[in-house]
């Protein structure tokens, strides 16, 4: 599996809010797509039910440096930064188009959780070598899968 995961979308109408860009809320709904399609890509997503987990959003982060309009093509990448214990840091990069302009930047911290329980649980060490960690300066020249 490489890396870091990316995926492209265009910009629809219904995201945008009355400012005419995309709203924040789009850009959450993104990291959640991005972490999922990785997560399957990966075979995580299989491995986790199988050991009956899920994951959890803990917190969500996003930092945004221009704004995206309905028509534009962006790319949306993702990377597992970290597990700790129970716990992974999933970062997130959000570029448009043939300019590769990073319009926002993000994080997601996910908890592993037992289904049966509800409680947070140790992240198997067989899940968490699907991943490859990349470092937290990772930059878009590192990007090697679509």
């Not at 109408?13 to 890509?41: G, L």
């Not at 221009?66 to 028509?71: D, L, M, R, S, W």
């Not at 043939?98 to 930047?105: F, Q």
Request: net charge neutral; charged share 20%.
């Amino acid at each position: 599996m490489d890396c870091i995961y990316q995926f492209e979308l265009i910009v629809p109408a219904t995201v945008v809010d009355e400012n005419r860009h995309v709203n924040n809320v789009a850009y959450v709904q993104w990291m959640q797509d991005a972490a999922i399609r990785h997560s399957e890509a990966s075979g995580c997503t299989q491995m986790t039910r199988a050991v009956g987990a899920m994951w959890v959003a803990r917190t969500h982060r996003i930092e945004y440096f221009k704004p995206a309009f309905v028509g534009d093509l962006l790319t949306v990448q993702t990377w597992v930064a970290d597990f700790r214990r129970v716990r992974s840091l999933r970062r997130y990069r959000f570029l448009r188009g043939p300019d590769r302009a990073t319009l926002a930047e993000g994080e997601t911290d996910w908890v592993f959780v037992d289904v049966a329980t509800g409680r947070p649980r140790v992240v198997p060490a067989e899940i968490q070598q699907l991943f490859q960690i990349v470092p937290t300066a990772a930059g878009p020249g590192l990007v090697t899968n679509s």
